[in-house]
């Protein structure tokens, strides 16, 4: 049973340039939430997608948007880069909205330069 | 603001001893408090959890405390295994919504 996938595992952007970061949640979950982790950091939730609405969002600007597919995949935006997004974007998952028991994605490390 | 604060950012144990992380928090409506363990290239992972009232929980070596009335609450490994070493992550959430986490300590267990 594979767990929480992301794609790509690395990626290098310049600023003002767009991103999108995929995650496929774990087999038997439906929910996805979406976590930012600067180094040395904890992760900071972003928002949480259930039945493809996004249901929480965390103190982040709209340059940050998401999306969940009938497959319940979700795709993680973000728009005019700042070399403050640099971080680990990390996706997890669960069965409905609960974050009690959520599973992590290896997260995708994205460097703006 | 940050509604979780951890210490310490790290802490070294030899083998056997006992590792102690420390957590406080600022919203007294907190309802459930978990633990991560994170190791490096890979996501957090749920270790344990507690909720408010319940003042301590035991997992096999591991064991959170919680201070209610001191809004504390911490991580207890015992007999600590090189194992064990990785960077800890308490967090709080209320009613499910928008979990906290702190800054997480890195635990590193000396043979």
């Known amino acids: 049973d594979a767990g929480v996938t992301q794609s790509p595992t690395h990626l290098i952007k310049t600023r003002g340039q767009q991103v999108t970061l995929r995650c496929s949640p774990k087999?038997?979950?439906?929910?996805v939430s979406w976590y930012q982790q600067a180094l040395g950091q904890g992760p900071q939730f972003i928002f949480q997608?259930?039945?493809?609405?996004?249901?929480q969002r965390g103190n982040f600007p709209d340059r940050f948007s998401g999306h969940q597919f009938p497959n319940y995949s979700s795709e993680l935006n973000v728009n005019a880069l700042l070399l403050g997004d640099s971080a680990l974007y990390l996706c997890a998952s669960s069965h409905g909205t609960s974050l009690h028991e959520q599973f992590f994605g290896p997260g995708t490390r994205l460097t703006v330069l | 603001q940050q509604q979780v604060k951890q210490s310490p950012q790290s802490l070294i144990v030899q083998k056997g001893g006992i590792s102690i992380i420390n957590c406080a928090y600022e919203?007294?409506?907190?309802?459930?408090f978990p633990w991560y363990q994170q190791f490096p290239g890979k996501g957090p992972a749920l270790l344990i959890a507690i909720r408010p009232d319940v003042s301590e929980k035991k997992e096999g070596r591991f064991t959170i405390s919680f201070n209610k009335s001191a809004k504390q609450f911490s991580l207890h490994i015992m007999d600590s295994q090189p194992g064990d070493s990785a960077t800890y992550f308490c967090a709080a959430t209320l009613n499910d919504y928008k979990l906290s986490f702190g800054a997480g300590t890195t635990v590193t267990v000396r043979a």
């Open positions: 997608y259930y039945e493809e609405e996004e249901r």
């Open positions: 087999s038997g979950h439906d929910t």
């Open positions: 919203n007294t409506a907190f309802d459930y």
